[in-house]
């Protein structure tokens, strides 16, 4: 069962990804590198050399994010696609409220917390890499695996960070909100937009 949805397995894409999670939600700059390298779990010397090549980018200036747009897409580029596993639930945000496991919805759902722009037409959501046995239980019980309503989405933990907790459900942070959407394309990516101009100023 558990080969259905297991977390990625790549180490040294993941430091990336999080340093850049990391700048995104920390966008003012007032954050040293060696705070960004605590924050992201990763090495000092190595947040250093990283930071360095996007500030030789133009895309940083220290570790104030000076191109917001363009730093999505070099985390688009970089990022390590979670596993997805599409299920059909009953009442999946039902199903949520009421779990005492990590989670942290995003795309549709949790846009549609945060902005409102896009129809919620599916759920999905992260589960936590530790727990991926418990959900994959939940859903033998109550749901149907294949096509459906809802989507789990597997990855390393790091991506619970900064989550927020929006009308009785969790969801991932903006940037992380931001990166999903404007990998759906689409509507998504219009969403993904506007969520840029409100969370970075307009930057």
């Known amino acids: 069962m558990h080969m259905l949805l297991e977390k990625p397995d790549r180490k040294r894409g993941f430091a990336k990804e999080r340093i850049i999670r990391v700048l995104l939600n920390c966008d003012g700059g007032e954050v040293t590198k060696y705070r960004v390298a605590k924050e992201a779990e990763t090495s000092e010397a190595w947040t250093r050399e990283y930071t360095s090549k996007l500030e030789d980018r133009g895309l940083l200036d220290d570790t104030e994010v000076l191109e917001p747009r363009k730093l999505y897409e070099e985390w688009q580029r970089i990022r390590i696609e979670p596993n997805k596993l599409d299920v059909a639930l009953q009442q999946p945000e039902k199903l949520l409220r009421e779990t005492e496991l990590d989670y942290a919805t995003t795309t549709y759902a949790a846009e549609n917390l945060h902005q409102g722009f896009l129809f919620s037409s ?35 933990s790091h991506v619970f960070y900064e989550k927020s907790h929006v009308r009785e459900l969790d969801t991932v942070s903006v940037p992380q909100l931001i990166v999903d959407l404007l990998d759906e394309g689409g509507p998504c990516e219009e969403a993904a937009e506007k969520l840029i101009d409100k969370f970075h100023g307009g930057s």
């Open 122 to 156: 599916r759920t999905d959501f992260y589960v936590h890499p530790d727990q991926i046995e418990d959900w994959l239980k939940i859903v033998e019980e109550k749901g149907m695996i294949g096509g459906g309503n809802t989507r789990l989405l597997a990855t390393e």
